[in-house]
């Protein structure tokens, strides 16, 4: 049954693609597809995020500044959605009562000095901008100004990233092209 569907969905894509006043036709391009798969890439949390999207984005010469734009962009996104969840997960009895136990307020208060800028530069690296958001979230305090808390630290942390992970992914393929002679 899910073959049938298959087949019929992808005859369905070339005969809408062969039309010529299609309002579907931009997106059925390979440049507009490979975007797509780059942001998707970018916002699962599960494979590496920056990255692989990075890696995807050089793998198939997609313009830097553009991919590096929306990498930028999507993963902003995302991590301010995380963030809201975070406030909100902040209400819950559980949370609230790990928060105001003695280690827990040691923490907050660690992280109430430098945790948007030691997580979102250091720990980007190994747990990503996604999960820092969630926790920052949850000790966000109202008192704070939310944009010297977290949105410039998570907007010039996923930049700088952003660009590093390309440069970097720009030396392995080209090297790994060079070696192997992949074309």
């Not at 390979?30 to 692989?52: D, H, Q, S």
């Not at 929306?70 to 993963?75: A, K, P, Q, W």
């Not at 963030?83 to 790990?98: D, P, Q």
Request: a positive charge.
């Amino acid at each position: 049954m899910l073959y049938k569907y298959m087949i019929y969905s992808y005859n369905y894509i070339k005969l809408i693609s062969k039309n010529k006043h299609n309002m579907l036709k931009p997106f059925l391009k390979p440049l507009y597809y490979k975007y797509i798969v780059m942001t998707a890439i970018n916002v699962t949390p599960l494979i590496g995020g920056k990255y692989v999207s990075t890696a995807y984005a050089v793998y198939n010469g997609l313009n830097p500044y553009a991919s590096i734009i929306l990498i930028t962009v999507s993963e902003t996104l995302l991590c301010s959605l995380l963030f809201y969840a975070g406030i909100k997960l902040k209400s819950l009895k559980w949370v609230h009562g790990m928060l105001s136990s003695k280690k827990g307020k040691r923490a907050h208060n660690y992280v109430a000095k430098y945790g948007p800028v030691i997580g979102l530069f250091v720990g980007q690296m190994f747990i990503g901008a996604p999960p820092i958001s969630l926790a920052l979230g949850v000790l966000y305090e109202r008192d704070k100004n939310i944009y010297i808390f977290f949105f410039i630290p998570l907007f010039i942390s996923i930049f700088l990233y952003s660009i590093f992970n390309f440069y970097l992914n720009t030396v392995a393929i080209t090297s790994l092209k060079n070696i192997f002679h992949l074309v």
